[in-house]
């Protein structure tokens, strides 16, 4: 049984370290401030000014004013501050961000990713992503293992345009959780249910299989 969105959340969640300052991506990579480990703290950060962003809120509480990088209502936790674009790139161009959570249409073996260019639609720029994997500490994609055709998004090399080069650390797909090293994609976990024999026949980049490979606690 492979996961759905939020079972990739949840098992990004578990990446996440008491102290850590983390920027999530639109899409998937939001879902992951619903699932903080309860005896952490993590500090979300949005590159559109919020400080202290906290889970997607219930229908009551609403505010159209709260809303993170991908035009979505959130919550901000006590505490919480807000600032201009410019002073929020300024903390993820100097280092500031421990961790970043960004989606992906490929990721290449070497840590390339490609997640700007959406094949046949139109976009208005390449968006904070750019800075986020030139800047941030750790990366981490999450995504789904394929495409709609059923196409691997794990390669050998990116056919799309760039967002950057050898920056993504790890992968969290519907399938497995994988690490990048110098010798390919590292088959960590799978999602439970899902045999080896699957997850290798939906990655086309080189994956190095161990004896043992233990399914995802989520």
Known sequence: MALDKFGIAKRIAKELKDGMYVNLGIGIPTL???????????????????????????????DADLINAG????TVIPGGAFFDSAESFGMIRAGKIDLTVLGAMEVSEQGDIANWKIPGKMVKGMGGAMDLVASAKNIIVAMMHTNPKGESKLLPQCSLPLTGLGCVK???????VLSITPNGFQLLERAPGVTVE?????????????????????
Do not use: C, H, R, W
């Open 198 to 218: 699957e997850i290798i026949a939906k990655t086309a980049g080189k994956l190095i299989v161990p004896e043992f490979v233990p399914e995802m606690d989520i």
């Open 32 to 62: 992951v401030a619903n699932y903080i480990p309860k005896d952490i703290t993590v500090v979300f950060q949005s590159e559109n000014g919020i400080l202290g962003m906290g889970p997607y809120p219930e229908e009551v509480a609403i």
């Open 170 to 176: 790890k992968v969290v797909t519907e399938l497995a």
């Open 71 to 74: 035009k979505e209502t959130v």
